[in-house]
């Protein structure tokens, strides 16, 4: 088994597997961006692309780890198949598509699943049009204009939630660690000024709404 799933055919779905694997070690030793326990708040549109694929119902983390697993495990088994079937494996330019491809609904399925049982899932909801005029931390890459990056922001109940921010102004780069301040939402996105910006109020100020 070993061999056929290290063999070149089966190289994308070995990579992803391994990758899924490396996520959930660094997790589980607390050394990775973690927040699997938090609950993640999610407002997309009935035809949103991104509420169908589940983005949003969990951490971003837990969404690749959960992608990663489904396309390893469901083209492993493509590649099983065709060998059964036809003698050989496809090939992975052919294999990988059509994994990932059957991936997606899966995804939505299973980030629902997870959202329903993981810890946290029964606090308040809230809209996110509630979380403008917050303060949110950058957890994962750096925020630009057209490029959001992953924060963390919490409601009036405390509970975190995962968005995606970028800054108002172009050029501007807001890394991991840095604080903005929510002022504006476009669909899934939320505009945000960063700390030391002349327009946001120190941190030691309350917000006047």
């Known amino acids: 088994m070993f061999d056929f799933l290290v063999a070149p055919e089966n ?66 088994g493509l590649q099983q198949f065709a060998a059964a079937l036809i003698g050989a494996p496809l090939s992975p330019w052919l294999a990988a598509p059509v994994a990932f491809v059957a991936a997606l609904p899966l995804l939505g399925l299973a980030s629902r699943a997870l959202a329903r049982i993981m810890p946290g899932d029964e606090t308040t909801a809230v809209s996110l049009d509630s979380l403008v005029g917050k303060r949110a931390q950058i957890t994962v890459g750096s925020a630009r204009r057209g490029s959001p990056a992953q924060a963390r922001v919490r409601d009036v109940h405390g509970q975190s939630h995962y968005v995606m921010v970028e800054p108002v102004t172009d050029g501007q780069s807001v890394g991991a660690g ?31 709404s």
């Open 178 to 208: 840095e604080t903005v301040l929510l002022v504006a939402r476009e669909g899934q996105v939320f505009i945000g000024l960063a700390e030391g910006d002349a327009l946001v109020p120190r941190l030691d100020e309350p917000i006047r």
């Open 11 to 76: 190289l994308p779905f070995a990579i992803a597997l391994a990758l899924m694997l490396m996520i959930g070690a660094v997790e589980a030793l607390g050394l990775g961006a973690s927040a699997a326990h938090l609950d993640v708040h999610a407002d997309a549109d009935g035809g949103d692309l991104l509420g169908w694929l589940g983005v949003g119902e969990v951490p971003l983390l837990v969404t690749l780890v959960v992608l990663l697993a489904l396309f390893g495990l469901i083209g492993v």
